[in-house]
């Protein structure tokens, strides 16, 4: 039973275009949200986060933004660059933050095309 | 800063035998995890330290898999005897409560092939 579900396998986008990553989630219980960028051979980094009692977190190109009733998130990334290309990986936690168990959605892999 | 290290980066083993992972985390990172990312998947917590006592091993098939870190500095994840399904990425993650962002740093993980 996936609790968190990333139903794009990949996405490819024109430079300087807006991606958006999209994630659902089925546990109500879940109240921090994160994403992780992963690069080949490289483990996951940290990108953004956002809590439950916010609908939107902002940092330079990229934002997050939650709705709680449709229990989903998305990924913004403006304007999209060719390093942008990587897996993108949701998580979310349940009242431990970004300290306990994170639970990842499968990726999408996203392509930023010159 | 250095960041979280792993060894080997990639081992292959045969099935039924025995294999082991290194991991150092950030200094002064309390909080160490193991993952296991099978391909095609997201990672999937295996075991959770604070410093040297487990928070959380519910995921851990213990009849196969150990972890310790016995000083509540580096870690070492074993399994005996390894299985076909356990070939994966391992990955070591480490967090400091309270310091600055306080989110899960991943080391590059070691590629595990069971043949």
């Known amino acids: 039973d996936q609790q968190v579900k990333q139903n794009s396998p990949s996405l490819s986008v024109q430079e300087g275009r807006i991606s958006i990553l999209n994630c659902d989630y089925t546990n109500s219980m879940f109240d921090y949200f994160l994403w992780y960028k992963k690069y080949p051979a490289e483990g996951p980094t940290f990108l953004i986060s956002i809590s439950s009692i916010k609908d939107k977190n902002e940092d330079g190109r990229f934002t997050v933004f939650l709705n709680k009733s449709a229990k989903h998130l998305s990924l913004h990334i403006v304007p999209s660059q060719p390093g942008d290309s990587a897996v993108y990986f949701c998580a979310a936690s349940e009242g431990g933050g970004s300290q306990g168990n994170l639970i990842f959605g499968k990726g999408t892999k996203l392509s930023v095309k010159p | 800063e250095a960041g979280v290290a792993q060894s080997p980066r990639y081992k292959i083993i045969e099935k039924r035998q025995s294999v082991a992972f290194w991991c150092n985390p950030i200094s002064g990172h309390a909080t160490l995890y193991w993952y296991q990312q099978i391909l095609g998947q997201g990672p999937k917590l295996l075991i959770q330290f604070q410093n040297n006592g487990v928070v959380d091993d519910s995921q851990l098939p213990k009849d196969r898999f150990s972890a310790e870190r016995l000083k509540g500095v580096d870690s070492t994840l074993k399994i005996q005897p390894a299985k076909l399904e356990d070939s994966a990425v391992y990955l070591c993650?480490?967090?400091?409560?309270?310091?600055?962002?306080?989110?899960?740093?991943f080391g590059p993980g070691t590629r595990l092939t069971v043949l």
């Open positions: 993650a480490s967090s400091h409560p309270g310091q600055g962002t306080d989110t899960q740093y």
